[in-house]
């Protein structure tokens, strides 16, 4: 069986800052790579805060997902990069909110700089289709 690898980057998600596609399928697998903060339709980060930031992302991969035949509830595992560990505390609370009681694998590291100026997390995720 030869499989093949489909890559994209859906309409109402934000434009990459670099030559890649936000998203990457083969079969059933699913890799969305990293994604800041910003609102699709302005391109300027959804907010100051940590909160802000970490709820459109994850909005963010709620249309990358259904997009390619999944949903928040089938990823598998989340790293997220964070600028500062001063913001674990408000981004576990808004990733909870938005999560819900799905909890995927998780890896949280901090970073010493974010390509993107403001931009106080990234994150990236696995995920397999709905079938």
Do not use: C
């Amino acid at each position: 069986m030869t499989l093949r690898v489909e890559t994209l980057t859906p309409p109402n998600t934000p434009t990459p800052i670099g030559p890649y596609n936000h998203i990457a399928k083969v079969g059933e697998h699913i890799w969305i790579g990293g994604t800041a903060g910003t609102d699709p339709t302005t391109g300027q980060l959804a907010g100051t805060d940590v909160g802000a930031q970490t709820k459109r992302i994850l909005q963010s991969f709620k249309v990358m997902l259904e997009a390619v035949g999944s949903d928040i509830d089938h990823t598998v595992h989340v790293n997220i990069f964070l600028k500062s560990m001063a913001d674990f505390d408000a981004m576990n609370a808004a990733y909870a909110e938005v999560m819900g009681l799905h909890r995927p694998a998780r890896t949280v590291v901090a970073v010493s700089e974010l390509p993107k100026p403001g931009v106080l997390l990234t994150m990236n995720l696995t995920a397999v289709t709905r079938s």
